[in-house]
């Protein structure tokens, strides 16, 4: 990791009996776009609010840019904190609003003016510099937001749920604009966040909460490739998860997985043992579905019981002689009529994966 920015040392925080964060401990480097990652109430906001000032942790200290933050208020921290509502003021046209940031700024007028002209530039906003909020969209008022926090160039953004407030297609659209902007300005961001779309896009590394606690700290294709626990394979995506018991370890790790009534194979991971009860996962887009037989060790025959076709790509519920279901998520790469189609409704199937492709469980 390149040069680091924050560092968050076994810090928690308690609101009376509850503890709301438990021994955390991050590095955050510069330039970096972070993502805190946990459904409600996990403890991802309170630890924001920490790094701007907003709350004291209970225990552990956390450095920003080398300096220990305990004795420093809000005001003097090299961070700004963008709030999921903007905060914007109605009263004020977006070039004051921009510029309100920088009021208590030791700068000339003229300097003052060129910073905003500057934000206002950055965001793309310059045309609509006299306008009031509610006479903008709800994405331009989500830049303005950010052009007020980036006018006092701090080192350090926090962002929390900065999306939230916008439809589907803006906030796919916007996710683009804040990676954009930010690669421009090397301003480090960290993102409060629930949804996992938004923290895969944006986020060059992801922490996942849950309970107070991070999970996992990775890139996001290595928290969602390759998950540390059952909590972190089933946050992020969707996978199929099976009870399974460790029968013999060579090439391929083989493993009884009683709810689908037979063995499959997995890549060995370290720290399985023989013996070993654990958890089988598999995501639904690495396994494929044929309508003839299939020969293999990961060879799983069933029945089609249940098919969303989206277009592009089609969600099998496959049904096991067990009861056993399974997701298959397969792209619908050909056009053409029913001989072309994977599979329909009650068709028997042949699924197949490949032991890397299986996950092993542990914790
Ligand atoms: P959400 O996505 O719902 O905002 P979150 O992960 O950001 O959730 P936090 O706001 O950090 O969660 O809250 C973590 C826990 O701490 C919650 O159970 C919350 O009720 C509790 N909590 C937060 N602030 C306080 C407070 N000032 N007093 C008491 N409990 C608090």
């Given amino acids: ?107 000339s007028s003229a300097a003052r003016q060129a910073r905003v002209r500057e934000m206002l530039d950055l965001v793309q906003l310059t045309e609509f510099a006299t306008r009031k909020p509610h006479q903008i969209s709800g994405g331009q008022r989500q830049r303005v937001a950010l052009a007020r926090a980036l006018a006092r160039q701090p080192k350090l953004l926090l962002l929390d749920e900065p999306l939230a407030a916008l439809d589907k297609k803006l906030r796919e659209h916007t996710q683009f604009e804040l990676m954009s902007i930010q690669e421009r300005t090397g301003v480090t961001f960290i993102v409060v966040t629930h949804d996992q779309e938004e923290a895969m896009t944006l986020s060059d590394r992801i922490a996942v909460m849950d309970k107070g606690q991070v999970k996992q700290v990775g890139r996001p294709d290595a928290v969602y490739e390759f998950p540390n626990s059952r909590f972190v394979a089933n946050f992020l995506g969707s996978i ?39 958890s089988l996962a598999l995501r639904p887009e690495k396994i494929t579905i044929s309508r003839t037989p299939l020969q293999g060790a990961n060879v799983i025959a069933g029945e089609v019981k249940d098919l969303a076709y989206f277009g592009k790509d089609s969600l099998y519920r496959i049904a096991l002689p067990s009861g056993a279901l399974i997701s298959v998520h397969a792209v619908n790469a050909h056009r053409g009529g029913d001989a072309e189609r994977l599979a329909d409704w009650y068709d028997k199937v042949w699924l197949d994966f490949a032991p890397a492709s299986a996950i092993l469980l542990t914790e």
């Fill in 240 to 278: 199929n998860t099976w009870e399974a018991k460790v029968m013999s370890i060579a090439d391929v790790v083989t493993v009884d997985v009683p709810q689908l009534g037979q063995r499959l194979q997995a890549r060995p991971t370290s720290g399985v043992q023989v013996g070993q009860a654990l």
């Fill in 1 to 107: 990791m390149s040069e680091s920015l924050v560092r968050i040392e076994g810090v928690s925080k308690s609101f009376g009996t509850f503890q709301a964060v438990r021994d955390v401990s991050l590095e955050v480097a510069k330039g970096e776009i972070f993502s805190l990652l946990g459904g409600s109430g996990c403890g991802k906001t309170t630890l924001l609010r920490m790094l701007a000032g907003f709350e004291t942790p209970t225990a552990g200290r956390i450095f920003i840019d080398g300096a220990d933050m305990a004795a420093v208020p809000p005001w003097d921290r090299p961070v700004h904190m963008m709030f999921q509502s903007y905060a914007l003021f109605p009263h004020m046209s977006v070039e004051r609003n921009v510029g309100y940031g920088l009021k208590h700024e030791a700068m």
